[in-house]
């Protein structure tokens, strides 16, 4: 039977566990000091302790409340390698897209900086297959991190295999789990890895049909679950402005003009989309760039890595960036356009306010079906937005 336990949802809390405390590997502790991380959040305090020993989870953590550190902490610590060893894959994370991908294998990089025996590698579509073969063949790393597809590739081809596999995570399990293809591909990687492993299974939403996936999964999962009400980012202003289509472009621009901000990120509803307001931004001046899936991975990774380090300020951007994406100087979200679905939204503006900052998100309402999702929105996270006062304060919004 599962164990379910709720927590508050905050950061770090008046009795707060150190990550001494949790009696971490010295060389860990010594990373994650040098990461700046003074002290574990809620999620952190509650799911290490057991996600370090072995134990199943299913952790829902509010978006940016550092859940990637959970499973990274957790694997590395029990992970025990001799530097110079052949590697077997011990640990698999898949995910739900490249760019997450690469990010969770650079946290892997950075907290596992002074236990360099422990190997990791990232594999994921859109790039050249052979060279990527060639490095995993040359040196099988411990953990591999990677996205289903072609994670479910080299698995076919032999390249990899998972008949040492202790540990499989699912970064964003519900997006995942929800997607027939990605699902299908999971369950195949699944089959083929030992009975007896960890899962630790993580996501911001877990609807209640994704929470069943996952208890099909596993029967022993302790649950770490927030209420929906809970997921608001409190450190968050979120407003609304409504407008009709043809206005959207003129609203944009004159908020660009008067609103500061760090860096900002607008989501829009389609590709083509993006590629057309960029045109229009940057003919107007102003230092966007856009990112979505139609582009080619090379040129993917290269505007994320741009984006991370702070060379371009705007970014415009489709859902594919919508979850997960880990950008510490974004402090104004903009839904251009209304996302679909409510738990698109808490996604999308929770790239502003990450671990606990300030922020600031704007959603453009333009028909019935806008203010719908937007009535939706308010209703299940128990959050006010509210029409877009005329001004902001900036300190408001910005640490
Ligand atoms: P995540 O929710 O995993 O995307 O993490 C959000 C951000 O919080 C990332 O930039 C992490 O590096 C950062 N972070 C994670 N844990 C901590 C911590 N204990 N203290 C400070 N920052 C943290």
């Known amino acids: 039977m599962s164990k379910k336990r709720n927590y508050k949802g905050s950061y770090a809390g008046a009795n707060t566990v150190s990550f001494k405390d949790m009696l971490l590997k010295k060389d860990i502790l010594r990373a994650i000091s040098e990461c700046g991380f003074e002290h574990p959040s809620e999620v952190q305090q509650t799911a290490i302790p057991f996600a370090m020993v072995g134990q199943d989870m299913i952790v829902q953590a509010k978006s940016g409340m550092g859940k990637t550190a959970v499973f990274v902490i957790a694997t590395l610590q029990q992970i025990d390698a001799t530097e110079g060893e052949d590697a077997e894959i011990d640990t698999l994370v898949l995910c739900h897209s490249r760019e997450m991908a690469f990010q969770i294998h650079k946290e892997f990089e950075r907290l596992g900086k002074y236990v360099p025996e422990i190997k990791t590698a990232v594999i994921y579509g859109g790039v050249n297959f052979t060279e990527q073969k060639k490095a995993i063949e040359e040196n099988m790393p411990h953990v591999l991190v990677g996205t289903p597809g072609r994670v479910q590739h080299f698995m076919n081809k032999g390249i990899i295999s998972f008949k040492s596999l202790q540990r499989m995570i699912l970064d964003e399990c519900d997006d995942m789990l929800q997607d027939d293809s990605m699902r299908r591909q999971i369950q195949d990687i699944f089959k083929k890895a ?99 899936g139609g582009l080619k991975q090379e040129d993917r990774l290269d505007r994320y890595r741009k984006f991370k380090e702070f060379e371009a300020r705007i970014l415009i951007t489709t859902n594919l960036c919508g979850r997960g994406v880990d950008m510490e100087r974004v402090n104004v979200v903009i839904n251009f356009d209304m996302p679909e679905k409510s738990n698109e939204y808490l996604h999308r503006v929770g790239r502003a306010g990450r671990f606990g900052t300030k922020g600031l998100a704007i959603t453009f309402v333009n028909d019935e079906s806008d203010k719908k999702t937007l009535a939706e929105i308010q209703d299940r996270f128990e959050v006010k937005v509210t029409t877009l006062p005329k001004n902001i304060d900036t300190a408001s919004y910005t640490n």
């Open 194 to 292: 030992p009975f007896a492993k960890q899962m630790l299974m993580c996501s911001a939403t877990i609807s209640e049909s994704a929470a069943r996936v996952c208890r099909q999964i596993s029967e022993n999962a302790e649950e770490i679950f927030l209420d929906d009400s809970k997921l608001t980012l409190h450190g968050l202003q979120q407003h609304y402005v409504e407008l009709a289509e043809d206005q959207k472009i003129k609203n944009l621009t004159s908020l660009l003009d008067r609103i500061d901000f760090n860096q900002m990120m607008i989501f829009v509803k389609s590709k083509k989309r993006a590629t057309a307001l960029n045109k229009i931004l940057s003919e107007a001046c102003f230092p966007s760039i856009f990112l979505h």
